[in-house]
């Protein structure tokens, strides 16, 4: 990717509304103390990598931004509605929010084709044969059309991981979560999925990502947020955060990263 | 090293005996103790084969003139009496029904027959599937009830026989299994007041016997009804037994919803889809599949446990068999009747069974790899 197209994309960036919003956003679980006082703006067309050792609030932090966890304090708006306890408004997020879990979380009991077109048939109300359309054309995006007919049982973890992103863009999302897609892979998958998540960024896609993925960071991220202890630590482009961290809590978290890979 | 690496030459499995001489040596004279016992019962399986051939069909009297039993009498047991089924079959069949009119009964039977095959092709598990449930039941209302179409008019006190089973079972299980997944998915509920009633349904329903329910239904429920309404014993009955059944399916149904990881929620929210949706598409479907076993269990166990209805005086197809040998001409020949009902009990027992497990093989098959 040209640094030039890099530049340019990010100007235009700079001056579109948040696609996220995150303002001073506590939660609890029970008397522990997970998310505290994250604020955090994630613009239209940004792509953001989100990392931090485990237990540092980094997946409670993107499951609360589609509801999948609720806060107890703060605001949270997404494309500009505000996440509440009103269901039609958690209606309208969910269907801008694609997300991908770590566990792929695909339907054991659909075939790979269904599970793209379930979604877009009776949330989005498409026609059976422009969601399949839909569907195989996000298949081809992720290389694996001639799978459709499979059940998830039949595919590889890799192959599973990539109908996951396929079968969330199928909702034509305004913004992609990505939950840890990468840490329940062998070595050897974990590439080709990324190429995927690569190739998603390149299209503009906003991104949220948690990730120990510092490859893909460098390569894709536009800002790596690294959090502990449930707040955020450090923010900033991936070389400034990667080559100077500021804190102790980055240095030590960097050092063991590194160590394990 | 790819270059240098010589795949290892497929092999064949290690030969094992095989045919059926090798199956009996291994696994019937591997030793003289196993050959001893396994010619011991050899003996014991010819010799009580042969004996209730002997019994059932040598030596048996298969009808009798004018209810004269003596024939029977006769064999002092050392032969069947199946002239008690010869004569009773249409007792045990349709209870006091009319005997003119039993043909209705016996059609009854065939529709009830016609709609489980219906039912358990794949290929008819559509929406329609419902209006042909519908036209069958009122099919078999009709023709039951009568008092249209020029049919004479038969009031369910004189029902009887396999009909009332196929009646309390069918109804039954058709009804409880909806309630059953309806309060499974309460008792998860997330509002306390649907969860609370979902709880104290199936811990009430399911702490008392079935037979207390059917006395409630049939002698204490009337006082509770003002004055000169009455509804009819078989519906009362009909009724426990359906809340009986719902609070133990419910329970097998949380089983399977319990076992679902969360994440196959988590991603049906993720993509949007509303509670009912996710339930219909997503949750029900994989639940319902992990308890075809258990499910198909209590099926079972209820199309049997229909005949207690015999305490509040309904004649059902066991209660039918039991009263066809109180006749004095006949007592006595209680273990040709009761074959003949277990038998009928069996057929549609092990047919669900068979169906179940077709079922399980067929719908389990996006697990096969």
């Known amino acids: 990717m040209s640094t030039s197209m890099e530049a340019v994309a990010s100007a235009a960036r700079a001056d579109a509304p948040p696609a996220i919003m995150l303002d001073k956003v506590n939660k609890w679980y029970g008397a522990l103390h997970v998310l505290r006082d994250v604020t955090l703006n994630v613009a239209l067309g940004e792509r953001l990598v989100v990392c931090g050792p485990s237990g540092s609030g980094k997946s409670t932090l993107i499951r609360c931004i589609n509801r999948l966890e609720t806060h107890q304090e703060g605001t949270i708006k997404v494309d500009g509605i505000e996440l509440s306890d009103d269901l039609r408004a958690l209606d309208a997020i969910r269907r801008e929010v694609g997300m991908v879990f770590q566990s792929f979380n695909l339907f054991p009991h659909l075939t790979i084709l269904e599970n793209c077109t379930l979604a877009p048939i009776w949330v989005r109300h498409m026609p059976k044969a422009e969601a399949e359309a839909l569907a195989m054309e996000y298949l081809e995006r992720v290389k694996i059309p001639e799978q459709a007919k499979k059940y998830p049982g039949q595919l590889s973890g890799g192959q599973q991981q990539r109908v996951a992103i396929a079968r969330a863009l199928c909702m034509k999302p305004k913004i992609m979560l990505f939950d840890e897609p990468t840490s329940a892979l062998d070595p050897e998958m974990i590439k080709e999925v990324l190429e995927t998540m690569v190739g998603l960024a390149e299209t503009g896609m906003t991104m949220v990502c948690v990730t120990h993925e510092m490859g893909f960071a460098r390569q894709v991220a536009d800002r790596v947020v690294f959090m502990d202890r449930g707040e955020i630590v450090e923010q900033g482009p991936p070389n400034e955060v990667f080559e100077n961290p500021r804190t102790d809590r980055l240095k030590l978290f960097l050092s063991q990263i590194l160590r394990g890979h | ?369």
């Open chain 2, 1 to 369: 090293m790819s270059e240098a690496a010589i795949p290892t030459a497929a092999r064949s499995a290690p030969i094992t005996l095989v045919g059926p001489i090798a199956w009996v040596r291994t696994n019937l004279f591997s030793g003289w103790f196993s050959g001893l016992f396994s010619l011991v019962l050899l003996f014991l399986i010819v010799k009580w084969t042969l004996g209730f051939i002997e019994w059932g069909v040598i030596n048996a009297v298969w009808s009798v003139p004018n209810n004269q039993t003596q024939a029977c009498r006769d064999l002092k047991g050392t032969g069947a009496c199946w002239a008690v089924i010869t004569e009773k079959h249409r007792f045990i069949l349709f209870g006091t029904y009319p005997y003119e009119e039993q043909w209705r009964a016996f059609l009854s039977i065939l529709v009830f027959i016609g709609l489980f095959i219906v039912s358990a092709m794949r290929r008819f598990w559509r929406k329609e599937l419902g209006l042909i449930w519908i036209g069958a039941l009122t099919t078999i209302g009709v023709l039951m009830w009568g008092g249209v179409l020029g049919l004479n008019y038969v009031p369910q006190e004189r029902w009887g026989g396999l009909v009332i089973t196929l009646i309390l079972a069918t109804f039954g299980l058709a009804f409880a299994f909806p309630l059953s997944i309806l309060v499974a998915l309460g008792r998860r509920s997330k509002l306390p007041a649907i969860k609370a009633l979902c709880v104290i349904y199936v811990e009430l329903i399911r702490g008392v016997p079935l037979i207390s329910l059917l006395f409630m239904a049939s002698v204490m429920f009337p006082l509770f009804l003002p004055e000169g309404m009455n509804i009819d014993k078989l519906l009362r009955a009909q009724i426990a037994i359906i809340l009986f059944a719902g609070a133990y399916l419910a329970e097998v149904v949380r089983g399977g919803l319990q076992s679902l990881p969360r994440g196959q929620y988590e991603a049906a929210d993720a993509l949007g889809l509303s509670y009912w949706k996710k339930t219909g598409f997503i949750i029900l479907p994989q639940a319902l599949r992990l308890v075809i076993p258990p499910l198909v269990n209590t099926f079972i166990g209820f199309f049997k446990d229909t005949s207690l209805v015999l305490i509040i005086g309904i004649f059902d197809l066991l209660t039918a068999g039991k009263t066809a040998i109180i006749e004095p001409a006949w007592q006595g020949f209680g273990i040709e009747v009761y074959l003949t009902v277990g038998f009928i009990y069996f057929c549609f027992c092990f047919a669900m069974s068979r169906y179940s497990q077709n079922l399980e093989a067929e719908l389990n098959q996006h697990r096969v790899r």
